[in-house]
């Protein structure tokens, strides 16, 4: 690792670890073989040897993405080993489209459901599906369907909501969840083109909704002056 791309001791980082996301993670110490952060104990994971990823900005290209493994543990406080050169994340990774799409969900030894996609991106979907038991940290596989292809990858609930049709009579549960997933670079392709291609329609269609309000104007003028 390149101590010198790494935050100063003091500043904090975010950290995926065993499915969660902790967002405020602090930096105590970093030299070129380790990196010791503190963290809540809840947090703490329980074994060395455990995987994790830590990001941090990388100005206007993105963020910084760096995979480790915990190799000390000393009560809320943990050295993270971390091989290599972190990568880029850029900032298009999170750009986020769609909406509508049939997404399958898949456990093990439970029904499959379907259900639809609110937006996605290249590392996570929302979508909403009914009467269906999620929770935080469940882990399941999701298909989702892109126009005429399909995506297919692993994926962890983060964030679950849920909440019962009451109006015009009562119905079934309405749950939304929010679940982040690992992909291959030709899955993150599909979706990243399928995301651009729905922005360029959409600029597309306000430019001609524009062009035509634009002409209805000016024939409405011209006919107000006519009349003069």
Same mark, same amino acid.
């Given at each position: 690792m390149t101590s010198s791309l790494f935050p100063a001791d003091g500043s904090h980082v975010e950290m995926d670890l065993g499915g969660r996301t902790l967002p405020e993670v602090r930096v105590v110490r970093v030299t070129d073989a380790t990196?010791?952060?503190?963290?809540? *104990?809840a947090d703490v994971p329980l074994t060395t040897g455990s995987p994790v990823t830590i990001r941090w /900005?990388?100005?206007p290209r993105g963020r910084y993405a760096h995979h480790g493994t915990v190799v000390r543990i000393d009560?809320?406080?943990i050295d993270v080993t971390l091989?290599?050169?972190p990568e880029i994340e850029q900032l298009r990774l999170y750009v986020r489209g769609g909406g509508g799409e049939a997404i399958l969900l &898949?456990?093990?030894d439970k029904p499959q459901v379907t259900g639809r996609v609110h937006d996605i991106s290249e590392r996570s979907v929302r979508a909403h599906f009914s009467d269906v038991d999620l929770r935080p940290g469940d882990q399941m596989l999701l298909r989702?369907?892109?126009g005429n292809e399909v995506v297919e990858f692993p994926a962890t609930a983060l964030r679950v909501s849920s909440l019962?049709?009451?109006? /015009?009579? *009562?119905? /079934? &549960?309405?749950v939304e969840m929010v679940a982040i997933f690992d992909r291959n670079e030709h899955q993150a392709k599909i979706i990243r083109r399928y995301v651009f291609r729905l922005q360029t329609m959409a600029r597309r269609e306000a430019a001609a909704a524009e062009a035509i309000a634009d002409e209805m104007i000016a024939e409405m003028m011209a006919e107000a002056a006519n009349l003069r």
């Open positions: 990196v010791t952060l503190s963290l809540a *104990r /900005p990388a100005g009560e809320n406080r091989p290599g050169e &898949v456990r093990a989702v369907q892109l019962r049709q009451q109006v /015009p009579v *009562r119905g /079934p &549960v309405m």
